[in-house]
């Protein structure tokens, strides 16, 4: 059985920069706790606009990696914010791939017991020669940054173990909701809601909702929330809130058209008995998809707010909330949320009285 190869370098790489910026940090402190003097630790910026950039980066990379440190002792050498190794035009480019090659070369002669190597990259194509070859002969870290719910809560997870508190149910995915796919935003949201609930806390739900701002470009803008709920009060606090911060009502009637589409076909379905909406949500909602999904052809699979069945039970639970509005009374808000929206163009400077006199008729 042949030896394991020596791992003669450190290599971070993954999709999202800040996470893979991260564990780089963590990695280079690591290493360089073992370096005599700041002379001994060295960063080289890798981030290249094209390939001439791309051939000095990593010309710069070899001589510092074969330059004799003046004191002796071990080195460590950061080839940082490496942006080549991706499936993009510079990437693709015959320069690139020769320094690329050429950079293997400089890492296969490292030796680890003088030099200590790391190297971030971000993104990456992980079907290239070179990204194989360090699978193989590195310590080889890949960051999973990507707009997948699943890696995402992963992330938030793992920052509030770390930070010593826990994320209640419900907590997560309304953080998610609120925040997007931005790892960097959502890092520091969990840090601030870790500061606020105390060490060895669960992180609520109701604090996400008070502590945490809707960045995303998503559904759950306060005044929709508040619509749904049928809390007229807090609507137009809502309302008051969102154009005194400078907001749209365009982003805002989206918001409510989208929900209500959802709700009106959960409605529907309720109707017929195929669901049952109740204090756990929608249930039965995989049992009516068997019955009805069909029906939306190619497109029953994306995920919109036209197609019901393509959504998360946990978010359509909140959406639809344990009263659920007659049809009769959805397809009335459907008609008012255009009409709003006609006369939003009519009157351009009175949004705000706009969508308080709809919200008055929906919910007064």
Known sequence: MPPPPVRTFTLVCGQDDFLVGRMGQQRFAALAANATDEFSKEIVAGFAANVDEVETAVNRFRETVQTVPLFGGPRVVWLRDVNFLADTVTGRAEGTLNAVAGLQEVLAAVNPAETAVLITASPVDRRRVFLKWCEQNADFALVDGSDD?????????????????????GAVELLLARVGANTRLLVEEV????????????????????LT??????????????????????????????FFAGGDARPVLAALQNRNRLMLQVRALADAGDVKVGPRGVEGL?????????????AAKEKSSFNVFAQN??????????????????????REFIAAFEEI????????????????????
């Open 191 to 210: 840090r601030k809601l870790a500061t606020y609930a105390g060490e060895g806390a669960a992180i609520t739900e109701a604090q996400v909702a008070e």
């Open 313 to 334: 039970a946990w978010y359509l639970g909140k959406v639809v909330g344990a009263r659920l509005p007659t049809l009769r009374r959805l397809i009335d808000h459907q």
């Open 286 to 298: 995989a049992r009516a998809a068997a019955v009805h999904e069909a029906r939306f052809g190619p």
């Open 345 to 364: 163009h009519v009157r351009p400077h009175d949004q705000e009285d706009v969508l308080r006199a709809m919200a008055v008729r929906c919910l007064g």
């Open 213 to 242: 701002p809707n960045s995303a470009e998503g559904e759950f803008f306060e005044m929709a929330e508040a619509f749904g709920s049928g809390d007229l009060a807090w609507t137009l606090a809502a309302l008051e809130r969102h």
């Open 149 to 169: 719910g699943a890696a995402l809560a992963g992330v938030a997870l793992g920052e509030a173990r770390a930070l010593g508190v826990s994320l209640a149910p």
